[in-house]
C-alpha cells in the first residue's frame, strides 16, 4: 500500500484494474484509448495513484467506441471482483454484514471517488443504493454506471452468495440496444431513464455475514482512504451549472432561478458568477443539450421524438431546430451521416 501517494485528483487507479487485459480481450488498443482519454498509463499500476474523474469516465466510453463493444461496462463490471477494488473494496470486504458492507461503502465512497452522490434508501423491505456522477465535465457516464453496479453486485454476493440475484437495477441513462444483456448479467428486471443508477436489495440476505470480516483491517482501510483525501478539488461555478441543468432536463427546460436555487445562489449571484467566467447560462444550457444530443443520436433504440423529451423539450421540433442550429442537419441526417 502507497500512503506515500499524492492526494486523491477524482479517483483512485484502482477503480480500473485490470482495465488494460479487458481492453485486449475485446480486441481494443489500449494506447490509442489512453491517449485519446488524456491518461498516463503509469497511473493505472498504482492502486493509490488517481486520475480525473472526466478521463476515467473518458476511458470507459472511448474502449466502448474503439472496441466496439457496446456493453463494455456492463461485461467489465461482471468481472470486477471488490478484492481489486484497492480500499474501497476492502472496507466493504471487511465489514460484519453485507448491510454493514452497503453502508460502509455508502458513507466512504465520496473518499474513493469525488463528485459522487451516493446514498442507501429504506424501502421498508429492502434497501436501495443510489450511485450518480455530479460533475458537470462527465456528461456521458453509461459505462461508468454499469460498471459500478457491476461492483456493487459483487461485493453483495461475497456475503449472499454466489447466485444471489438483486430484485431490480436501474439505470439513469436511456435503455441501450440488447438490453436483454443486462437482465442476463444481473439476473434480475432492469429499468432505465430512472432518477439514479440503482440496486434494490431485499433485507433478507442483510444481516448475513460478510466471510472476511476484519474490524482492525476495516479500520485501517478507513484511515489509509481518509489520508488520500485531505483536500478535495472543487467544481467550478461552470461544471456545477452544468451538472444541475443535465439532471434537471428529463423535466423539462430548467430555469436559471431553479438551477441557482439547487446550488444555493440566488439568481443575481449566479449570473455574476457566471459573468465573471465569460459565460451565459444559456450558453450552458445550450452547450450541455448539444452533448447530450451526440450522445444519445449513438444509441439506435432511442427515438428522435424521445431524445427531445431527455433533452427538457416540450416538441421534438423545436429539438429538430435546435440540433440544425449546432450541426446544420436535421437529428436523423445526422444519424445517417448524411
Known amino acids: 500500500m502507497h500512503l506515500g501517494a499524492k492526494a486523491n485528483q477524482g479517483v483512485l487507479a484502482a477503480a480500473a484494474t485490470g482495465l488494460e487485459s479487458f481492453i485486449l ?6 494506447d490509442t484509448i489512453l491517449g485519446r482519454s488524456g491518461v498516463n498509463p503509469e497511473i493505472l499500476q498504482q492502486p493509490t495513484s488517481s486520475l480525473r474523474l472526466a478521463n476515467y469516465c473518458q476511458v470507459l466510453e472511448q474502449a466502448a467506441q474503439q472496441t466496439g463493444f457496446e456493453h463494455f461496462g456492463l461485461y467489465y463490471g461482471k ?55 455530479r460533475h458537470g465535465a462527465i456528461l456521458t457516464r453509461r459505462q461508468d454506471a454499469e460498471l459500478t453496479m457491476g461492483m456493487v ?14 430484485r431490480e437495477v436501474h439505470f439513469e ?61 472543487q467544481q467550478s461555478v461552470v461544471e456545477q451549472v452544468k451538472s444541475t441543468i443535465q439532471l434537471s432536463l428529463p423535466s423539462g427546460e430548467p430555469e436559471m432561478e431553479q438551477v441557482a436555487d439547487q446550488m444555493g445562489y440566488s439568481r443575481l449571484t449566479l449570473q455574476r458568477r457566471l459573468k465573471q467566467e465569460g459565460v451565459t447560462f444559456r450558453q450552458l444550457l445550450e452547450s450541455v443539450r448539444c452533448e447530450m444530443a451526440t450522445s444519445y443520436l449513438q444509441q ?8 427531445g423529451l431527455l433533452l427538457g423539450y416540450s416538441e421534438t421540433s423545436a429539438f429538430s431546430r435546435a440540433f440544425r442550429r449546432w450541426f446544420g442537419v436535421s437529428p436523423s441526417q445526422y444519424r445517417k451521416g448524411d
Open 25 to 30: 480481450q475485446n480486441g481494443g488498443d489500449i
Open 79 to 133: 468481472q470486477f471482483m471488490p478484492q481489486q477494488l484497492g480500499l474501497i473494496g476492502y472496507i466493504g470486504l471487511c465489514s460484519a454484514t453485507v448491510e454493514e458492507a452497503l453502508k460502509n461503502l455508502t458513507r466512504a465512497f465520496h473518499w474513493h471517488q469525488h463528485d459522487t452522490f451516493t446514498q442507501l434508501v429504506d424501502l421498508k423491505d429492502a434497501w436501495r443504493f443510489d450511485y450518480q456522477i
Open 173 to 233: 441513462h436511456p435503455s441501450p440496444g440488447n438490453w436483454h444483456e443486462h437482465c442476463k448479467v444481473f439476473d434480475a428486471p432492469v429499468y432505465f431513464n430512472q432518477p439514479f443508477n440503482s440496486i434494490i436489495i431485499p433485507k433478507s440476505v442483510l444481516q448475513r455475514p460478510m466471510p472476511n470480516h476484519d474490524p482492525l483491517l476495516l479500520q485501517l482501510m478507513l484511515e489509509a482512504l481518509k489520508k488520500l483525501n485531505v483536500s478535495e478539488p
Open 153 to 166: 453486485l459483487n461485493l453483495v454476493r461475497q456475503g449472499a452468495g454466489a447466485i444471489w440475484a438483486p
Open 300 to 307: 439506435p433504440k432511442l427515438s428522435i421524438t424521445e431524445m
